[in-house]
C-alpha cells in the first residue's frame, strides 16, 4: 500500500478548497505526514479586468506584490483548516494553475494531490474544463478531489 508522507493542497480560497485542506489535514493526521499549501496566482487574469493584456505588458512589481500578498491570505486562511500538529508548508506561485500545479507536484514528489472541485456542472466543465480535471489527467501522483 502506497504511503502518503507529502500532501499537497492547492487552493483558492473557495468552499471547496477549503473542505479539502480539511480533508488534506485528516489523511496527514493518519499518517503523519506533512502538507503543503499552494496558492497559484494567475497573474494575467487578474489584470485583464483592466483591459487588453498583451505579452508585451508591463506589471509594476507593486501590482505583482499586492497580488502575491492576496495569494498569501488564501494560504494563511486555508492553513486553518489543517490540524496543528501536522508540519506545513505555504507556498504562493504565478502563472497558469493548471501548470503550476502538475509542475510543482512533479518537482517536489508529492505522494498526494487533493484539492477542490469547482463544481461547474457537466455542461460548463465540458466546455470550459477545469484546474481539477487538468490536474487529475496530468499529475504523476493520486489526487483527491473534495466536493
Known amino acids: 500500500m502506497p504511503e502518503f508522507k507529502n500532501i499537497l493542497v492547492p ?12 480533508h488534506a489535514g485528516y489523511l496527514a493526521e493518519l499518517s503523519d505526514a506533512s502538507v503543503s499549501v499552494l ?3 494567475n497573474l494575467f487574469s487578474k489584470i485583464s479586468a483592466f483591459g487588453d493584456v498583451g505579452s508585451g505588458i508591463y506589471i509594476p512589481e507593486k501590482v505583482v506584490e499586492d497580488i502575491k500578498d492576496a495569494g498569501l491570505a488564501v ?7 489543517i490540524p496543528a500538529q501536522v508540519a506545513v508548508q505555504s507556498f504562493v506561485e504565478v502563472g497558469l494553475p493548471t501548470e503550476v500545479i502538475v509542475d510543482f507536484c512533479a518537482e517536489r514528489s508529492y505522494d498526494l494531490i487533493v484539492m477542490g472541485s469547482r463544481g461547474l456542472g457537466v455542461i460548463r ?5 477545469s484546474v481539477s480535471s487538468y490536474v487529475l489527467y496530468y499529475a504523476k501522483c493520486p489526487v483527491l478531489v473534495v466536493k
Open 11 to 22: 487552493t483558492d480560497g473557495s468552499p471547496n478548497s477549503l473542505r479539502a485542506a480539511a
Open 75 to 81: 494560504v494563511n486562511e486555508t492553513l486553518k483548516q
Open 125 to 129: 466543465e465540458i466546455l470550459l474544463g
Open 39 to 41: 496558492n497559484v496566482v
